[in-house]
């Protein structure tokens, strides 16, 4: 006679699965970039700076555990998250790691908070800001992860060319910098670079992928 099958058990184990797939700092970084669109497995391979054999084997450990799936266009493969709740996933597992571990909290308040000291500016108060016309919404990601999707009226000036176009930006408005989410450096950095040249410039709290989970409108090129 076969055992019974323990349901609750069953559940605990198949939610184990993601939970070993989360185990690794690449395939989180992962999830950070197709949070922002989709990307073929050399893009991703590029960005991450792993061989294209490594970041497949990752990317198969994701989409076995339901986290992203892939479609086939051409000759390649590309990814894209699963759906909002993996961006929700992300999201709690930063909060509780900076809840619980010592070493996470040290390193935010080391590397984020010892950059910008300053209240970050929450979504929706950036959308009413950027609809009056008070703000320029900066974003610092790269042009393909623009065109994927940013928020409306968004100027686009990637990190490292940032110094070069500063004279874009309008200079009697404040400049509102966000890029791809709460551990992403490049917002900072360019918050850092345009003080240091004399304007007014914040962050948005989070980035693009928190920004469409609260259903805030966003564009796309």
């Given at each position: 006679?076969?055992?019974?099958?323990?349901?609750?058990?069953?559940?605990f184990e198949n939610l184990a699965r993601i939970g070993?797939?989360?185990?690794?700092?690449?395939?989180?970084?992962?999830?950070?970039?197709?949070?922002?669109?989709?990307?073929?497995?050399?893009?991703?391979?590029?960005?991450?700076?792993?061989?294209?054999?490594?970041?497949s084997q990752h990317?198969?450990?994701?989409?076995?555990?339901?986290?992203?799936?892939?479609?086939k266009e051409a000759q390649f493969v590309r990814y894209r998250l699963a759906g909002d709740e993996v961006v929700r996933l992300f999201d709690a597992l930063g909060a509780t790691g900076q809840a619980y571990l010592a070493d996470v909290d040290r390193i935010v308040r080391l590397y984020f908070a010892a950059k910008d000291e300053m209240e970050p500016v929450p979504a929706a108060d950036l959308l009413e800001?950027?609809?009056?016309?008070?703000?320029?919404?900066?974003?610092?990601?790269?042009?393909?992860?623009?065109?994927?999707?940013?928020?409306?009226?968004?100027?686009?000036?990637?990190?490292?060319?940032?110094?070069k176009r500063l004279a874009e930006l309008p200079k009697?408005?404040?400049?509102?910098?966000?890029?791809?989410?709460?551990?992403?450096?490049?917002?900072?950095?360019?918050?850092?670079?345009l003080r240091g040249k004399g304007l007014k410039a914040r962050r948005l709290q989070d980035g693009l992928p928190e920004w469409r989970l609260a259903g805030l409108p966003t564009a796309q090129d």
């Open positions: 006679m076969s055992n019974p099958v323990n349901p609750k058990r069953a559940v070993a797939a989360l185990s690794s700092a690449v395939r989180l970084e992962l999830l950070e970039l197709l949070a922002q669109g989709e990307r073929s497995v050399e893009e991703l391979a590029r960005l991450t700076g792993a061989t294209v054999a490594n970041t990317l198969q450990k994701l989409k076995a555990a339901g986290l992203i799936a892939g479609r800001r950027a609809r009056r016309g008070l703000v320029t919404v900066l974003d610092v990601r790269p042009p393909e992860e623009f065109a994927a999707g940013h928020l409306p009226g968004a100027i686009n000036i990637p990190i490292h060319e940032l110094q009697r408005k404040e400049v509102v910098a966000y890029c791809r989410g709460p551990y992403c450096l490049m917002s900072y950095d360019a918050v850092q670079l």
